[in-house]
């Protein structure tokens, strides 16, 4: 059981770490396909939410 | 003048031939383009396999330059009508067959009753890389069927509004819970590649239906027996094809081109299928078909007539080393 519990708190902890790892390190495609010529619309946060 | 003007004509129409002959794509046009030529099918089925109408863009993201890719339609049909089938053959063909075998088998029970004796078959650190690759492959797994059957199964039951704020939630679990997923199954393969080389005895095994067709037969097994092995080399073989397939979808950026990720996504959903059908049967043997299966991973601890009876041979060996109680219950001392 405590091993079964450890593995859940470990796959939450590894995930949100990943999620927070990969927002730190990755661009917005506003920001990356953003050029001195062209800038790309916000998309927002339209998967989740009213936006 | 009427003699200038014929000349100029010809000429004309000699530098347009020119011009037809010289361009190799205006030669490959099947179709002539008439007004009533330029709709749209007869536009894509002019394209050729691999073929795309691409823009000029302005942005550094070159896939955005694709407007319109034929393959992409044959992609969609796959998606909304064989991959349907292909899951639902596969999983409701599984639950059937598991189904009849527990109805014509029965639960496999441990012959010689439980002896009340127990013997440590899976360490903690192995229970807790099961659980981690099992926890995850669950919700990936769910959240997987949610794309391919979700719309289908689950919004008439919630609403559309539900079912997409779920889908989006499902969507994130998916995509960051495969990190832990590829974390264990690289630990798992680590640490018990060892004892799943398939041998000479895994055949003897094999020949005898690992003695789950009929009471009372239990052919020999080391610490993994045939059928486990290839439980193993499943979960191995497919979590790769997962694991490099949901990469490129995770950063779709990487195969370089739509077909490429179509490719990568048609691998990941027959494979999530094929995997989700072999881990239900995983299930099915390791609690309700077999008796006394699932300590192996709930306490870490089998009865020792349990693991007589499937894995003699690894149970002779861990007494031999004096790693498990002998027949009256005492740790054996290994001969010096």
Partial sequence: ?51 | MPSSLSHIRALCAAIGLLFVFAHPAAAQLTFKPTAEAVQEDKLLNALKEGDKITGRISIPDTMASSLIQPAGRDWRDFQRSKLPIIGGVAILGMIVLLAIFLMVRGRIRVDHGFSGTKILRFASFERFTHWLTASCFIVLALSGLNISFGRVLVMPLFGAEAFATMSGWAKIAHDYLAFPFMLGLAIMFLIWIKDNIPGKLDWQWLKQGGGILANGKHPPAKRFNAGQKGIFWIVIIGGVLMSVSGWYLLFPYLPGNVTALQFWTVIHAVVAMLFIAAMLAHIYIGSVGMEGAFDAMGTGEVDLNWAKEHHALWVAEEQAKGRAPSKDGTHAVPAE
């Fill in chain 1, 1 to 51: 059981m405590k091993s079964f519990l450890a593995a859940l708190a470990f796959a939450a902890i590894a995930a949100f770490g990943v999620s927070s790892v990969l927002d730190t390190i990755q661009q917005s495609s506003s920001v990356a396909y953003t050029t001195s010529g062209a800038r790309v619309g916000d998309p927002g946060k339209n998967l989740i939410g009213p936006n």
